[in-house]
């Protein structure tokens, strides 16, 4: 996920050192700041069981370190360099929040214009958010929304489509009230400055940043690495065994993670930072409007864990695209990423003129944290910490916890239950506004569970109505689904954990034609019928050897013959469970009776006259 920064670890292998930098200039019989620093990383990357790692770093705008540590993919002897390309995550926002920057320069933005300003047909759940909201709420994670990420991580939905389907999502808190990170709205910042700017926003990306900073080598979509050969590759933790996983495709969140880059490319990017904006001397975005992403717009609270790892930070708060916290008595600007199997760190020391940048191929790793704590206690001349010991107390803290409710729910478990139906009575297709459509279906004596493009498995019964998915992509763990009946003893729902719940979709309507009436006996059905109560019109045509039937306001539907007089409705979107059936008389029609699922009422047509 792309997430602020995680303390799960992921498991690597062996370690190589590949790539010389130039030294930091150092007084006569001074102490190097890196002293010790390969080793350090070296034996971290082995305890941490990263893979692969490449650093560089800047002070007083010159590179001091740029190298590659370890292999590109586990048990290989693929060197790392400076030019080895990492997905970079959510170190993607700020260049995010630098294009709002720039369009605000150009006067085509504003921070605090309405989003609606650049997306008329942005939603929110509630209307007041969606009059109120504006750029920089988009930009500071304090629009109120909880993450929905399955929408996108999951799914093909496109940007548009996402941006359409956050109107479900049901808010966590109220506008600017506390901070709560959202990749969503950072899409949505995105689709703003491609909306001003009259161009997508990957372009924006290239014309704007990219080519002018000299990044040739990076990238917004995994589809520009194809053909490349020096890529990392991504890897994860499933069950303390270190597993390759793919690059996934997430260009539907862009804006939010989806940029391609290395250390040599990217310390180009730190570089701009670091100078306000300027590069190779012009400026490319005035220091005032850069400023205002790495000014503090929202409050994030120092609790006792970040307290316990890290007790030179008091402090810290969210600009647009950046955490902004004291260390060490220092301004220090930095954001993590993290997608599947990479994780990444950027950060900047304004007041010391130092800035890096940090990638590796292990999901969800402190790697780069302990990386950067190291690398800018040396710089600083400041006492060494273990970071990585420090890290540590902290991840088995956490897992012991993992553990402990782990036990827990299995200590519930209800032992010797069976589910209440048949296992065949839950298949169906399950949606929810949000998320759309999950599949149950039941296969060779089993049932089976899809969501999207990335969830797939298998439903082993836990207990009651309660099932675990087994999902077959492994480094997705496993869900529990459990059913809910309605008073009829059918299936209603089901509710994912951790996702919520889903609606079961009634089922489509028997298409098959099991009479085939003559035109002549079709004929005698057709014409224009209507109800006192509602007051309703309909029309029922016989075209092209089909009878059809027309309402106000609604499709064209389809009529196909179970008997003369009885007739399944067919068309976009029917469920089963809808008839058309005729009265006769003398050959003719009597009255025409519309039959819709229980509990709703059947209606009475007449001919009209």
Do not use: C
Not at 35 to 60: C, E, H, N, S, T
Not at 142 to 155: E, K, V
Not at 283 to 294: D, I, M, Q, R
Not at 549 to 572: C, E, I, K, N, S
Request: glycine share 8%.
């Amino acid at each position: 996920m792309l997430t602020r920064r995680t303390l799960r670890t992921t498991y690597a292998l062996s370690l190589l050192a590949v790539t010389a930098a130039p030294a930091l200039a150092q007084k006569a019989g001074a102490k190097s700041p890196f002293a010790g620093f390969d080793q350090y990383v070296a034996r971290a990357m082995q305890d941490w069981k990263v893979p692969a790692l490449a650093i560089a770093i800047v002070k007083d705008d010159s590179i001091v370190l740029m190298k590659g540590y370890g292999t590109r993919t586990m048990g290989t002897t693929q060197p790392v360099d400076e030019h080895t390309l990492f997905a970079i995550g959510s170190s993607s926002k700020a260049f995010t929040s630098t294009l709002v920057a720039m369009m605000v320069d150009e006067g085509k933005m504003r921070w605090d214009a309405p989003a609606t300003t650049y997306l008329p047909d942005l939603q929110m759940y509630d209307p007041y958010v969606s009059r109120e909201l504006t750029v920089r709420d988009l930009l500071t994670h304090r629009s109120g929304l909880s993450r929905g990420d399955f929408m996108w991580y999951a799914t093909d939905y496109n940007r548009d489509e996402i941006l359409r389907r956050v109107r479900f999502l049901k808010p966590t808190w109220s506008m600017r009230a506390r901070f709560g990170y959202q990749n969503i709205m950072y899409l949505a910042a995105g689709q703003a400055v491609s909306h001003a700017a009259g161009k997508p926003w990957g372009q924006m990306v290239r014309e704007r940043i990219f080519q002018p900073l000299g990044m040739m080598e990076s990238s917004t979509s995994i589809g520009d690495l194809a053909g490349k050969t020096n890529l990392a590759t991504p890897h994860t933790d499933v069950n303390d065994t270190l597993r390759i996983v793919p690059w996934h495709n997430i260009d539907n969140i862009g804006p939010a993670g989806s940029i391609n880059s290395n250390v040599f490319d990217m310390i180009k990017w730190v570089r701009f930072q670091l100078a306000q904006g300027k590069a190779a001397g012009k400026s490319l975005v005035s220091p005032s409007a850069l400023g205002e992403t790495h000014t503090a717009q929202m409050v994030i609270p120092v609790g006792a864990d970040a307290k316990a790892v890290n007790p030179f930070t008091h402090l810290e708060s969210y600009g647009m695209g950046w955490f902004l916290q004291d260390y060490r008595g220092r301004e220090l600007d930095q954001h993590g990423g993290n997608i599947d199997g990479m994780s990444a760190m950027v950060a900047i020391m304004p007041e010391e003129k130092i800035g890096l940048v940090i990638l590796t191929n292990a999901n969800g790793s402190p790697m780069p944290s302990i990386a950067m704590f190291r690398a800018l206690d040396g710089l600083l001349n400041a006492p060494a910490r273990d970071w990585s010991a420090e890290y540590r107390k902290q991840f088995d803290k956490l897992r012991a916890q993992a553990k402990e409710a782990e036990q827990k729910r299995l200590a519930q478990r209800a032992m010797g239950t069976k589910p209440s139906l048949p296992l065949d009575r839950y298949a169906g297709v399950y949606s929810d506004s949000l998320y759309g459509d999950a599949n149950i279906r039941y296969e060779n004596g089993a049932l089976k569970m899809s969501y999207g493009s990335m969830f797939a498995g298998e439903l082993e019964h836990w207990h009651y109505d309660t099932f675990r998915a087994v999902w077959k992509n492994v480094a997705l763990g496993k869900s529990f689904v459990t059913f809910a009946l309605d008073a009829e003893g059918k299936v209603r729902s089901l509710d994912v954990d951790g996702l919520g719940t889903f609606g079961r979709k009634p089922e489509a309507a028997d298409t098959t034609r099991k009479i085939v009436l003559a035109a002549e006996e079709a004929g005698r059905l057709t014409g224009t019928f209507a109800s006192e109560t509602p007051a309703l019109s309909i029309e029922v045509r016989y075209e092209g050897g089909a009878l059809t039937l027309a309402v106000p306001g609604q499709p064209v539907y389809t009529l196909l013959a179970d008997t003369p007089t009885r007739f399944r409705m067919t068309g976009t979107g029917v469920p089963a469970g809808f008839f058309v059936e005729y009265e006769m008389a003398n050959g003719a029609v009597k009255s025409v009776k519309l039959i819709q699922p229980s509990p709703r009422p059947s209606l009475v047509f007449l001919p009209k006259r």
